[in-house]
């Protein structure tokens, strides 16, 4: 494996050689056993919690992006949908009940995850909610350091740590 190629994986999963190449931080290859894995994009959710002219962001207590704002939602379950994910995260982290109903798509952009030295790549796809008042707890306190509501017209872009909610956020909530 040569210097400018991830340096996660030492050795096939399959036959333990070093012998591996990875191509394009998605396709490992072992030329020894010929194993392939490739390294597929994980999907997750954000949810955009919009009262009066006002978005929610939550501080993160956990890297990656430890002390960035973020939104909340997460990564999505085997064999779970991306609304009942959004559900079930918002749940687990500020302890709201929201339906699938309660959701409006917004869209979807790629980001990087870097995880335990782990580079994931992620598909994450954006849901907006109006909630009718801007009280809320944070349930999830190893995640969520603070919650902070920003006016559309004063969110700091550089504040935010991932790309992916920096893009969306630019192109479809900063005035």
Known sequence: MSDNEASFFKYCPNCSSQNLTYVNNFKLHCSDCDF???HNIAAAVAIIFTYEDKILFTERNVDPDKGKLDLPGGFIDPNETAEAAACREISEELGLTITSNDLTYITTSPNNYLYRNVP????????????????????????????IWIKRSEIDLNKIGFVSIRKVIGEHYVK
């Not at 944070?138 to 603070?146: L, T, V």
């Open 36 to 38: 392939v894995l490739y």
């Open 120 to 147: 994931y790549r992620t598909m994450d796809i954006f849901y907006e909610c109006e909630l009718k008042s801007d009280v809320i707890s944070i349930n999830a306190a190893d995640e969520i350091k603070s919650l």
